[in-house]
């Protein structure tokens, strides 16, 4: 009698798990929306958050839905690149009934390309690289967004070096986080960066002939970021995606990546983690990616391992299929009626004698 008891208070305690978080909003009924996705969204650039916060913000708004939005994501961008990047990803999401929001780190798009000092504040310049402000910057905007949306789930999205402040949110603000997409994390740099000919070439430029050692990285992205010609010559046509980049700049990224595996061992075990692998990635180390696995205590995490694929995969607007479906995979499995699926299921293998799930 006893036994029976704890299993069903055991199964209790699992159903109550999926609602220890605000929950995901259900997904809507397009049928009777407008079948353009162009209409269901509104876009705002430098809105109330960048007021607050002295940084450029990108957001994409749900318009016209009668339900309640699904969640709020937040897109965290890689290394010389910006906010923007991630547009036609976060129009999906505000099309779909998810709020969506980017922002630029300080170094990088718009911070860096700022002739006017729009975004400067007390005489503090964010042209230059730095990643524990801009860490500042986006734990600042989380709080903001979670104080005017405390019902809905937070979905932090990085790429490459985006991941290591959404790990590092995670692990000392867990209170902030609901759920992580993270692609192409740069566990470890891969030494074909260091060790191409362009790279050396570069690099003694950077050391010998640029007083400001700056290094030039088209090479970066016409040979290692990806294996597709048509996001070759979308990064190269992008004004705002810095093309040169300081030895110090590339020092300090180095170091700051390389502490993806501590942030990631402290991440709580119920955090839900969707990981995105390229196998021919050129930029970090594909393999590494199964030691993050194994170093995040989170229990519910999903690994897309994706053949013939490399490093860029969601800044860009030639999205893979294969990237698609997994994203639209991981967030139905959240949704209401999924959630209470699965909580039902294994309420019911527990009466059926199943042990602690």
């Given at each position: 009698?006893?036994?029976?008891?704890?299993?069903?208070?055991?199964?209790?305690?699992?159903?109550?798990?999926?609602?220890?978080v605000?929950?995901?909003?259900?997904?809507?009924?397009?049928?009777?929306?407008?079948?353009?996705?162009?209409?269901?969204?509104?876009?705002?650039?430098?809105?109330?958050?960048s007021?607050?916060?002295?940084?450029?913000?990108?957001?994409?708004?749900?318009?016209?839905?009668?339900?309640?939005?699904r969640?709020?994501?937040?897109?965290?961008?890689?290394?010389t690149?910006?906010?923007?990047?991630?547009?036609?990803?976060?129009?999906?999401?505000?099309?779909?009934?998810?709020?969506a929001?980017?922002?630029?780190?300080?170094?990088?798009?718009r911070?860096?390309?700022?002739?006017?000092?729009k975004?400067?504040?007390?005489?503090?310049?964010k042209r230059?690289?730095?990643?524990?402000?801009?860490?500042?910057?986006?734990?600042?905007?989380?709080?903001?967004?979670?104080?005017?949306h405390?019902?809905?789930?937070?979905?932090?999205?990085?790429?490459?070096l985006?991941?290591?402040?959404?790990?590092r949110?995670?692990?000392?603000?867990?209170d902030?986080?609901?759920?992580?997409?993270?692609?192409s994390?740069?566990?470890?740099?891969?030494?074909?960066?260091?060790?191409?000919?362009?790279?050396?070439?570069?690099?003694?430029?950077?050391?010998i002939?640029?007083?400001?050692f700056?290094?030039?990285?088209?090479?970066?992205?016409?040979?290692?970021?990806?294996?597709?010609?048509?996001?070759?010559?979308?990064?190269?046509?992008?004004?705002?995606?810095?093309k040169?980049?300081?030895?110090?700049?590339?020092?300090?990224?180095?170091?700051?990546?390389?502490?993806?595996?501590?942030?990631?061992?402290?991440?709580?075990?119920?955090?839900?983690?969707?990981?995105?692998?390229?196998?021919?990635?050129?930029?970090?180390?594909?393999?590494?990616?199964?030691?993050?696995?194994?170093?995040?205590?989170?229990?519910?995490q999903?690994?897309?391992?994706?053949?013939?694929?490399?490093?860029?995969?969601?800044?860009?607007?030639?999205?893979?299929?294969a990237?698609?479906?997994?994203?639209?995979?991981?967030?139905?499995?959240?949704?209401?009626?999924?959630?209470?699926?699965?909580?039902?299921?294994?309420?019911?293998?527990?009466?059926?004698?199943?042990?602690e799930?």
């Amino acid at each position: 009698m006893f036994k029976r008891k704890l299993k069903y208070a055991i199964a209790i305690c699992m159903a109550s798990l999926f609602t220890s978080v605000p929950a995901y909003g259900q997904r809507p009924d397009f049928a009777q929306y407008d079948p353009d996705p162009n209409k269901r969204f509104s876009y705002i650039q430098d809105g109330k958050y960048s007021k607050e916060l002295n940084i450029p913000t990108y957001e994409w708004c749900p318009v016209g839905f009668k339900e309640k939005a699904r969640g709020y994501a937040i897109f965290v961008h890689g290394l010389t690149l910006h906010g923007q990047r991630y547009a036609v990803g976060a129009r999906a999401f505000a099309a779909g009934n998810f709020y969506a929001l980017s922002f630029d780190m300080r170094g990088f798009g718009r911070c860096y390309s700022d002739p006017d000092g729009k975004f400067s504040q007390n005489g503090e310049s964010k042209r230059g690289v730095n990643y524990n402000k801009s860490f500042e910057d986006l734990v600042k905007l989380v709080k903001l967004v979670k104080e005017d949306h405390p019902d809905l789930p937070i979905i932090l999205v990085g790429e490459s070096l985006g991941v290591t402040p959404c790990l590092r949110l995670a692990a000392e603000h867990g209170d902030l986080v609901d759920a992580m997409v993270l692609s192409s994390a740069a566990v470890r740099v891969n030494p074909i960066m260091v060790f191409h000919p362009k790279s050396i070439r570069a690099g003694l430029k950077g050391l010998i002939i640029d007083p400001k050692f700056n290094v030039k990285l088209e090479f970066f992205m016409e040979d290692l970021v990806s294996d597709d010609p048509r996001i070759v010559q979308e990064l190269l046509d992008d004004p705002l995606i810095r093309k040169k980049l300081t030895i110090w700049n590339l020092l300090q990224t180095d170091r700051y990546v390389a502490k993806n595996l501590k942030y990631a061992a402290q991440i709580r075990p119920a955090m839900p983690i969707l990981l995105l692998q390229g196998s021919s990635d050129r930029c970090v180390i594909p393999g590494k990616v199964v030691k993050l696995c194994r170093d995040i205590r989170s229990d519910d995490q999903t690994l897309r391992w994706m053949d013939n694929v490399s490093h860029l995969l969601l800044e860009t607007k030639y999205l893979k299929p294969a990237t698609v479906a997994a994203m639209v995979s991981f967030i139905g499995a959240r949704e209401p009626d999924r959630q209470k699926e699965l909580a039902e299921t294994k309420s019911d293998l527990m009466k059926l004698g199943a042990g602690e799930i």
